[in-house]
């Protein structure tokens, strides 16, 4: 799942960056617009890493993957809130959806290890 919404996420930054910008309440730019594409691209190589960890590695490399994103999901949350442009609508559905994955991330890990050690 997470690797379907940073997928769609990195083709709207590459696509339409305008559109992101302007409802993160940004000036928009070419130098922004060319930064919210070079985003994308990333997001794009961390949702192709999401999606082949999940379906190639081990259990304890997806638990390792699993570890990683909760603390990149919460990041992206906090990062969304401190936005210099100030806080409208989209940003705080923006960083809820990044503490919602995060927290996902942790129930996982948590029931995991549970289930672990009995």
């Known amino acids: 799942m997470g690797a379907l919404v ?3 996420s990195s083709f709207v930054l ?7 910008t302007d409802l993160l ?9 060319w930064s919210m594409q070079l985003t994308g ?5 961390l949702a192709g890493v999401m999606f082949v960890g999940a379906q190639s590695a081990s259990d304890r ?3 390792w993957l699993a570890r990683v994103m ?12 401190l936005i210099p442009s100030g806080v409208n609508w989209f ?3 923006y960083a809820l959806i990044g503490f919602a994955f995060s927290g996902a991330y942790g129930l996982f890990l948590t029931r995991t ?6």
């Not at 691209?41 to 190589?45: A, R, Y």
Request: proline share 2%.
């Open 6 to 8: 940073f997928g769609v």
């Open 14 to 20: 590459i696509a339409v960056p305008r559109i992101f």
């Open 25 to 33: 309440g940004i000036a928009g730019s070419s130098e922004m617009d």
């Open 41 to 45: 691209v990333t997001v794009l190589t």
């Open 61 to 63: 490399g997806v638990l």
């Open 70 to 81: 909760m603390l990149g999901a919460f990041g992206l949350g906090v990062a969304t809130l």
């Open 91 to 93: 940003v705080i559905l």
């Open 113 to 118: 290890t549970r289930q672990e050690l009995t």
